[in-house]
């Protein structure tokens, strides 16, 4: 019972650089989301899916791109990396009246 | 988030009650949530609460809701060093939609 899988754990990268963060869910659910965890801020959403298909913004998207591939996967993109976007990055996902579940996270610090 | 507020900080006696608060603005917002962050870890949902509710209770765990004030808490019984950790806060207009959370508030059980 994985719930909600995000790879990598930790990554570093350097400015300028891109790379795909990548979650999936076996729960069949259909919405899915990208957070945000900066420290005194709580969690911030980047971008969301509420079904296969379609995807929104939400409150801080600027720099980033995702893509639904299926129902169990949606990926977050930084085409080129900056030192400002260095956090955790959580993704979550739930079914119709559900709360969310998420996962453990992605540690992503930019040099 | 902006719309959602906690206190940054809490330090409880082992055996002790905690009592977490949290304020919110958006009226619309019909679900309530308080999930908890352990170090390295991602979030695990602890409780909800529909707007519909004045309290909810499981095991150590009482929320109570006062909508006309906005204002929701948490209430941990018989506080244990287990319970050290970041809790949010977060609210929703409908239980499988986007989340906006507080900022968390850091609890640190002393012996």
């Known amino acids: 019972n994985a719930g909600v899988t995000q790879t990598p754990k930790f990554q570093v990268l350097k400015t300028g650089q891109s790379m795909t963060l990548q979650c999936a869910q076996d729960?069949?659910?259909?919405?899915m989301y990208w957070y945000r965890q900066d420290p005194g801020m709580g969690l911030r959403l980047i971008y969301y899916?509420?079904?296969?298909?379609?995807?929104d913004k939400g409150e801080v998207p600027n720099g980033y791109n995702v893509s639904r591939l299926n129902k169990r996967e949606f990926s977050l993109r930084l085409e080129s990396a900056a030192p400002s976007q260095t956090s955790v990055y959580f993704c979550?996902?739930?079914?119709?009246?559900?709360?969310?579940?998420f996962g453990d996270g992605t540690r992503l610090s930019i040099l | 988030g902006e719309d959602v507020e906690q206190s940054l900080f809490l330090s409880v006696r082992e055996g002790d009650s905690s009592v977490i608060n949290c304020t919110y603005t958006?009226?619309?917002?019909?679900?309530l949530y308080w999930y908890k962050q352990e170090p390295g870890a991602g979030l695990q949902l602890l409780t909800y609460?529909?707007?519909?509710?004045d309290m909810k209770q499981d095991q150590r765990l009482t929320v109570l809701l006062n909508k006309k004030d906005k204002h929701l808490s948490l209430r941990i019984a018989d506080t244990q060093t287990g319970d050290s950790a970041i809790y949010f806060c977060?609210?929703?207009?409908?239980?499988?939609?986007?989340?906006?959370f507080g900022a968390g508030t850091t609890v640190t059980v002393r012996a």
């Open positions: 958006d009226s619309s917002s019909t679900y």
């Open positions: 977060a609210e929703s207009i409908r239980n499988d939609y986007k989340l906006s």
């Open positions: 729960m069949n659910h259909n919405s």
């Open positions: 899916s509420a079904s296969e298909g379609t995807t």
């Open positions: 609460i529909f707007s519909n509710m």
């Open positions: 979550a996902s739930n079914g119709s009246n559900q709360p969310q579940h």
